[in-house]
């Protein structure tokens, strides 16, 4: 069964499609059953409801499981307190597998997103994995296996590093400029 639910997924998605697009703040594509998110800007309510949304859609068109990766941008600003309450829906969504964040920058700012993340998981208590990155290759070394474990799904990594590639660029010039693809 997963061979053939892994068949009719990968035929349906060889690249990264728009998913949701918050000019200023974040930008959203999939690729089989993966979201990958860049934000940009400071992760305010609306935007995170609005992504929470998108991942509702998700979850409905998945009903086997699905992950996300998002990319964080240096020196972008910790959520709003309202929107880090919002961020804990997102493991306890249903359906969700997998959670990798890439924190493109380092010092204090990125211990502090990433103790947010720990104790948004933490208080969530759900069977979300997650693991914090600072490089895609760390996420492509990591996420396919429990992906596949999670859902049943093949991420093929080259493929997988070569679409994240993409939707990270697509991702960050969308939510920068609020330029969508034709």
């Known amino acids: 069964m997963a061979k053939v639910r892994n068949s009719i997924l990968a035929a349906s998605m060889e690249r990264p499609i ?6 200023g703040v974040c930008a959203y594509d999939g690729w089989i059953n993966v979201s990958i998110g860049v934000w940009v800007g400071h992760a305010t309510l609306p935007a995170v409801r609005r992504v929470l949304r998108m991942s509702s859609e998700q979850a409905q068109r998945y009903p086997q499981g699905r992950s996300s990766v998002i990319f964080v941008l240096d020196q972008v600003q910790a959520p709003t307190p309202e929107a880090q309450e919002e961020l804990k829906k997102f493991y306890g969504n249903d ?8 924190l493109e920058g380092t010092g204090f700012w990125a211990s502090g997103i990433r103790g947010m993340a720990a104790n948004a998981q933490r208080t969530a208590s759900s069977g979300v994995v997650q693991r914090v990155s600072t490089t895609i290759d760390e996420v492509v070394g990591w996420l396919p296996a429990q992906h596949l474990a999670r859902t049943g ?5 080259d493929e997988f590093r070569r679409n994240l590639l993409t939707a990270r660029e697509n991702c960050a010039r ?4 609020g330029i969508h693809e034709a």
């Open 153 to 157: 799904v093949t991420l093929p990594p």
């Open 18 to 23: 728009e998913l949701v697009t918050q000019p």
């Open 95 to 102: 359906g969700f597998a997998c959670f990798a964040i890439v």
């Open 174 to 177: 969308r939510a920068r400029d």
